[in-house]
């Protein structure tokens, strides 16, 4: 199971302040802090609405040396444009992953030839234009015609991670299940690997962390080999130890009983 | 307790069978449609406003309200219509996720928030170009209008649907106002492209929409 930080997002009010203001430290030390915890990447969006287009390209520049520095963990460059992407991937280098692409106009070849030129994985959305599919048959298909675009030019399924995109439960109360289906269907019909964003599924309901966590730990049994979370919610990165020990992902316990000494276990 | 707080209370429990035969039998018994409406139902969802302002009621609650007063507004909206009391719904509002954004949750949210504070909403989707937006308000005469977009580059499109919604001469006798919102736009940014009001969340939309149109 990989996990990617997510805590550096322009949509969080303190990093969005960071971006603007250029505030170095407060952004190698949320990177750094990650890192110590157990992330395996870090995702980078410094998408803060202000300013031109340009602005977010010279951030995301700005952001990646930075990181860099403090971490040898890969980056997640998080973005939907596809100059903000290449100004992303050009100062990190080869290796990175994407996040991400879906089937909506634009978003599918041309990101995938940057995906290509700097060697990265790719996170993928069954989304389109017209939206999200809400059922289990219709993100399978639209996961399927970005699989088979993605191989006409020439990718493996290895380097993508297929997100089901979970909708609130609030909005949405069968979302939970449609999620966890889709996430079974992709790995069981596509053979593709699979990730989820865990916050989402929780907005607008009280007590979201026990929401979040119980979500990932279902997800988890059904085969989940990514998430995007917060490295630094003890709780959440204590359930990711248990379930990966009870799922048979940690040979004799091995994580578990270090993160238990370190004390990062909590009930 | 009274026909009025028993109505109320069908809203705030998200009783839509309930709702119905209550309206039924308000209105069989003489009452008028506009008081079973301001007095009974609305008065209920005006607590559920507050409770999930004071998080003490949570969104599936809310929409559970809002389509019971949905269910509510099937049997008055044409008494009220036919008695020329269509002014009694607040406003109307158009409503649509700007071009290149297939975002839908947000806008779900304000629709049903709109809809629960008495306005009539025409959800137009998602991925609306400015044209289709112009169209919208040329069909639907509304006296709002929001967008949303999620994404820093959809943003644009929003500045391009309020150029073409000007160039179309909708603003120019005051009368139609453009709320923009969604995660990545703020104030600043409204100001900036000239729309009319800002919402921070989707409360704040309906409080500063009231205000504007000076309901309350």
Not at chain 1, 103 to 129: H, I, K, M, N, W
Not at chain 2, 142 to 155: D, E, K, R, W
Not at chain 2, 168 to 176: H, P, S, V
Request: glycine share 8%; charged share 25%.
């Amino acid at each position: 199971m990989l996990i990617i930080g997510e805590l550096i997002n322009a949509t969080r009010k303190s990093v969005r302040e960071a971006v603007i203001n250029h505030d170095s430290d407060f952004i190698q030390d949320l990177a750094r802090q990650q890192d110590e915890a157990g992330a395996d990447y870090i995702d980078v969006n410094v998408a803060t609405g202000r300013g031109k287009a340009e602005k977010e390209v010279e951030d995301m520049k700005w952001a990646v040396e930075l990181i860099k520095e403090v971490t040898q963990k890969p980056l997640t460059i998080d973005t939907t444009s596809i100059e903000v992407l290449e100004s992303g991937l050009k100062a990190f280098g080869q290796g990175a992953m994407l996040n991400s692409i879906s089937a909506e106009e634009g978003r599918l070849e041309p990101f995938l030839e940057l995906a290509r030129q700097y060697d990265c994985s790719v996170v993928a959305l069954p989304a389109t234009d017209k939206g999200i599919p809400k059922d289990v048959e219709g993100r399978l298909q639209v996961a399927t015609e970005i699989l088979e675009r993605a191989e006409k030019m020439g990718f493996s399924k290895e380097s993508f991670y297929f997100d089901p995109l979970a909708f609130p439960l609030g909005v949405d109360d069968k979302s939970g299940e449609v999620t966890l289906e889709s996430l079974q269907q992709f790995r069981d019909k596509l053979g593709v690997k699979t990730t989820i964003g865990l916050t989402n599924i929780s907005h607008g309901l009280p007590q979201r962390a026990l929401l979040n966590r119980t979500y990932l730990v279902l997800a988890m049994g059904v085969g989940l080999d990514s998430a995007l979370l917060n490295p630094l919610d003890k709780a959440v990165m204590s359930s990711v130890f248990a379930t990966r020990a009870l799922t048979g992902q940690d040979p004799y316990c091995g994580k578990y009983l270090r993160a238990f000494r370190k004390g990062v276990l909590v009930i | 307790m009274s026909m009025m707080e028993e109505l109320s209370k069908t809203i705030i429990e998200g009783d839509i069978d309930g709702v119905k035969s209550l309206v039924q039998k308000a209105l069989d018994e003489g009452m008028e449609p506009e008081v079973v409406l301001e007095e009974g139902l609305m008065s209920g969802m005006e607590v559920v406003s507050k409770s999930f302002a004071a998080d003490e009621m949570f969104i599936p609650e809310v929409m559970l309200s809002a389509r019971t007063m949905h269910s509510a507004l099937e049997i008055l909206r044409p008494l009220l219509e036919s008695q020329q009391k269509e002014v009694r719904m607040k406003g109307k509002m158009v409503l649509g996720t700007v071009e290149g954004d297939i975002h839908d949750i947000g806008k779900s949210l304000v629709e049903m928030m709109f809809t629960a504070n008495g306005f009539e909403v025409i959800d137009i989707g998602i991925n609306v170009a400015p044209g289709a937006f112009v169209d919208a308000i040329e069909k639907y005469k509304p006296n709002i209008v929001g967008m949303s977009a999620l994404l820093t580059s959809t943003m644009p499109a929003m500045t391009q649907t309020v150029e073409a919604i000007d160039g179309a001469g909708f603003r120019k006798d005051g009368k139609l106002k453009i709320i923009v919102g969604g995660a990545p736009v703020t104030e600043e940014f409204a100001e900036e492209i000239k729309a009319d009001l800002y919402g921070e969340n989707v409360l704040e939309a309906v409080k500063v929409v009231k205000n504007e149109l000076g309901i309350e």
